[in-house]
């Protein structure tokens, strides 16, 4: 049966050739030009500001379930009790998951911020917005995460679930008893500018990593979790006030 879907058409136009020497030419001199490795090794933040800032506790690192224990029990779980959870617990999914944890310092005085997971040139475009329902010690509403201050920033407050619950009609018990759902969002921005077409392969790759992280961390806290792709875009969107242009929803991480 003949495939007609518009996937095909992207994958087509996304694909890297021998010809492509404008491309290799471009993320070359981008690669070593001092200037602009200076300002794109800092990625700016989309959301949230230092007036509304609310620091995560650090230093918590109150598990003990092995990698490998996390990677073999890990299953997507939607039977969720309602249960508040942890403030250490929640920051420490965090921070495991996407805090910066290292700076590569080069030759040329550039100082490179990395997480702990990959990146196409390690721009991030993948950030990550929580929605705090039932998470012990924060008011519920939703907030952006900073991952280099590990903090978070509110967005906003006021009749979040009704939104919600639009936005994701098949899921409203498991929203109701979550205790935070995160959003992970492209920010085509901070990518396309070097690798034009391809930036939207790379960015779900990226989005992958990341979600598992989430994933595995939650499972090591005996927490139940599980990614939904169930959601109106245009909705989520809305929802975290996100400026389309060139930010979208991407992915959703149900946790209890």
Request: with cysteine.
């Amino acid at each position: 049966m003949e495939n007609n879907y518009e996937f095909n058409v992207y994958h087509e136009s996304s694909k890297l050739r021998e010809n492509d020497i404008e491309l290799y030419s471009w993320i070359g001199l981008i690669n070593s030009d001092t200037k602009i490795r200076n300002v794109i090794s800092k990625p700016y933040l989309s959301a949230g500001s230092k007036n509304n800032e609310v620091s995560l506790p650090d230093n918590n690192n109150k598990n003990e379930t092995s990698l490998q224990e996390s990677i073999v029990t890990r299953r997507s779980n939607r039977n969720f009790d309602g249960e508040e959870c942890e403030l250490e617990v929640f920051s420490d999914i965090l921070k495991y998951s996407a805090k910066e944890n290292s700076i590569m310092k080069y030759g040329d005085g550039v100082n490179w911020a990395f997480r702990p997971y990959p990146s196409g040139g390690g721009l991030y475009p993948i950030e990550m917005y929580v929605y705090v329902n039932n998470v012990q010690k924060l008011d519920n509403g939703i907030y952006y995460y900073n991952p280099k201050r590990h903090s978070l920033s509110e967005i906003e407050n006021i009749n979040l679930i009704d939104k919600l619950e639009s936005a994701m009609p098949t899921l409203e018990n498991e929203i109701k008893k979550s205790s935070f759902i995160v959003f992970l969002v492209s920010n085509m921005n901070k990518m396309s500018f070097k690798y034009m077409e391809r930036s939207y392969r790379f960015a779900l790759l990226e989005c992958g990593h990341l979600a598992q992280n989430i994933l595995l961390l939650t499972n090591s806290y005996n927490l139940k979790s599980f990614p939904a792709g169930a959601f109106i875009d245009d909705k989520v969107n809305n929802f975290l006030n996100l400026d389309t242009s060139h930010s979208n929803i991407q992915y959703i991480i149900l946790n209890s």
